[in-house]
């Protein structure tokens, strides 16, 4: 097949897109070898056309006209990279129906507008691929849609924020959360406004589209049951370390009995958990299902040139798949319920500030066991003037019946605050008690 | 697009061969859905038709005859899961230059004839693709080809045999070499004959398709340097233990100024790298390169029904890109030298049993830094009877330099042993130099 020279387009020339047009640049050899074609990108859509930029585009490229992109009929492919829902949302939907493949980096768009952006593709026929929405460069929408075809996926698990858990794994060195975050923001981790990272919005938009991506279902983001990580104080970062686990921000999406559970919080990690081993800015997602039992991929989660090596692979997998009906089809084909929230279960960590006197434990212990909730670890500090702190790791529980004990718990006249929960996610079976 | 029913055929129907089948049955509704075709098996190739099987094939599907697959047209994908470099390799051939694309789980086949067999499918204007081959379900051969297209990767590291890693894990708890692989074999990781995974050729072969497929350019299964993990003994474990390190056996693929280096032996890894993490059986492997840092892909590396999942994937990855000229290259577009064996660095550890007398760490000192090897860590253990243990950490050394050193050092009075070196793996910088 002879080489074919295939015109593309940019929305937006910030970071990413600079960087994508000079990877096309440098590596345009390698894409033909791979694909028989050679990419040029011979529009660029942008606001200010004098702006200074990383790797200068080619004159005539930069235009602040989206008309000239869509009623140009060269163009096919297009790349998303500017962000923000709107102008991007309107634009990705227009090109789309004009019959041209787009692929974007941008998650809140696919998170938010998944529905309407995929019946569009299907109306223009064409292709809608986002890697780079979900951890930048690493490739796990394509290994899920495309490798793990029929290895019927039944649980997402991840780290995908890597500001939290940059975050996270320098409190666990000692710095306070204010201090974590000053250091994040100076090593360019986290934006002036950090809100969308640490109240976990930004996972639970990754979280979203993973889950519909791996159960074949729309998983709305509103939907994503979320807590972030500015609850955490540095008493649970103490606590976590003394029962050898660490506190990360853990994403989790579980195809339970026909139902769907997708959840964002910080949770108590097991230090030999391979979660607990991802470290700084990294991310990490483990997918487990029937035919593979567990695959897991790591990498940096964001980034200009990841995200960029993520945007042009996507764009050759169209070229590379064109006419022949490959993920042409919405990835989701079936409308499955979510699980009420309090059924979705878990080993629970919480600790309780307390009274030290005689019966305080047996009504504690007893508040759980009325709900049927058991205890698999129990560690009790003395605070001096006669307080103590529980710290109670607990078997597999229902949410709702949690709850139900720590609603029961925060009601003794002993217990001094309400506890608050943290999932555990561990790979061990506890014993049946331990008794620490 | 409309539906497509594709007849597809298969070399061998095993224990793999079976699982494909089956998982092409229960899941042709998904894979429809992504690619818009219906896969169909219509012949098996099989040496005997009346062997019972896991999951029974269609009537008239077992055959014992290549040329009924060979010459039906309507046939343009096979999956090759016999396992054996013949006959496979010769019907592979065949069937590539006859125009039928292929799939295979055959990674000796790949490793020992990958020339030959992507001239013919070149020929024959067709794919091979080969996911399958390493590390089962692990999608590494799709994330190099295809999501890491712009990558520029430098450097594979990986544990690409999961016998010998659940063997180290279990030598790591106290087994013997013996009792380790015993329950290898009882539990089903390794064959009655074990030879290739001890030997480091299973993954020398693995690696060798990595190196090949990530560097474009073809590396031979004899051209890698192979140590097994048949010469480790208890004390090597134990040192290893008490350097904060664990032993696995890992392989190394490096493209270094335009010079390749692949080499698989047991090495000391530290404590707190991703690889020393992965337990048991399963495989990881981490790619290095410019515009992704550093990416792992972690899982189970063996298993009938994860290899048939592999196979499926390609199978419709082939269809879902027939005729757009994608992947049909060869990946080898250039021939790369060899790095001389002496010119490979890393850093090393070994062991001396030396005389404990004065003077002793002078000369090993000497003898190291007459050859520009510099010592990291260093660790002295009384043995008794006048004798003495010392554990040596060097720094970041050339190979050539390391190997005169010991020469050297072998040849010293007061030396009992020539002292076999293991390359560690580590993230950490290690400071000038550590006394314990």
């Known amino acids: 097949m002879a080489s074919v020279d295939v015109p593309v387009a940019l929305l937006g020339y910030g970071t990413v897109g600079a960087a994508v047009n000079r990877l096309l640049n440098e590596q345009a050899d390698d894409i033909e070898r791979a694909t028989g074609h050679r990419l040029r990108i011979v529009k660029a859509l942008v606001r200010d056309l004098d702006k200074d930029r990383g790797f200068p585009a080619g004159s005539d490229v930069l235009t602040t006209s989206i008309d000239e992109i869509l009623a140009d009929p060269s163009i096919t492919v297009v790349a998303e990279v500017m962000g923000g829902v709107e102008p991007a949302g309107g634009y990705v939907l227009d090109l789309l129906r004009a019959g041209k493949h787009v692929v974007t980096a941008n998650k809140q768009l696919v998170a938010r507008r998944g529905a309407e952006l995929f019946e569009a593709a299907s109306e223009g026929g064409v292709q809608l691929r986002f890697e780079a929405s979900v951890c930048a460069a690493i ?236 205890i698999a670890r129990l560690r009790q500090h003395q605070n001096g003037e006669g307080r103590a702190a529980l710290h109670v790791v607990t078997h597999e529980a229902r949410q709702g019946a949690l709850h139900a004990a720590l609603e029961t718990l925060a009601a003794l006249d002993e217990v001094h605050r309400p506890p608050l929960p943290f999932p555990v996610v561990s790979d061990r079976g506890f014993g049946d008690f331990e008794w620490e």
Chains 1, 2 share one sequence.
Do not use: C
């Open 139 to 374: 490739p796990v929408i394509k290994v899920l849609r495309e490798s793990l075809l029929v290895a019927n996926v039944h649980r997402v698990l991840g780290i995908v924020n890597g500001t939290t858990n940059f975050m996270l794994t320098q409190m666990e060195v000692g710095s306070t959360y204010e201090e974590a975050l000053a250091e994040a923001q100076r090593r360019g981790f986290a934006e002036a406004d950090p809100t969308d990272d640490v109240t976990g919005a930004d996972a639970a938009a990754k979280m979203a589209i993973l889950a519909t991506i791996a159960f074949n279902s729309r998983y709305e983001l509103s939907d994503v049951d979320t807590i972030g990580i500015d609850r955490i104080d540095p008493l649970d970062v103490a606590a976590a370390r003394e029962l050898d686990m660490v506190i990360r921000l853990v994403g989790q999406a579980r195809l339970v009995d026909g139902h769907v559970d997708v959840r964002v919080s910080p949770a108590f990690v097991d230090r030999h958990h391979p979660l607990a081993a991802v470290e700084g800015a990294f991310n990490a997602v483990m997918l487990q299902g029937d035919a593979i039992r567990e695959i897991t991929l790591e990498g940096p989660g964001a980034g200009g040139v990841e995200t960029a090596s993520a945007v042009i692979a996507d764009m050759a997998s169209v070229i590379g798949t064109m006419g022949t009906g490959f993920l042409k089809n919405d990835a989701v084909w079936r409308s499955l319920p979510r699980l009420a929230p309090g059924d979705a279960t878990s080993p629970y960590y919480f600790h309780l500030s307390v009274d030290d006197r005689p019966g305080v434990l047996a009504r504690v212990a007893e508040a759980l066991a009325e709900n049927s909730v058991s």
